[in-house]
């Protein structure tokens, strides 16, 4: 079963980190996918750029645009991973060794109930 892994952290923190400090994050991080792909069970992986960019459509009638995230909150959706595992005791082994890589924040696990991997190359 494929688990989306939402990975949440106070976004000024994150922010505020030097160039190094980021690499130092991402390269602890890059260990982790690296197994998952050797494994063939990781999927999409994004960082996505900062709620300052965001753009929420509240579904309201009219639907109505606004500029920023949906919600105000103390921590913020920074980026997701998309991986296979046989149930969540799984999924959450990865969330923790994610969590060893990059402490702080949150990760919130959800099961995937459909996934369509589009044709987007990057």
Known sequence: MLYAILCYHDEDMVGSWTKEQD???MKKLSVVQ???AQ????GPVARLLPTTAATTLRKDDPPLVLDGPFAETKEQLLGFYVVDCKNLDEALDVARDL???NPGGAYEIRPVGVFNPGSVQT
């Open 39 to 42: 494994q063939g069970r990781l």
């Open 99 to 101: 969590g060893a890589a």
């Open 34 to 36: 690296e197994k998952l």
């Open 23 to 25: 690499a130092a994050v």
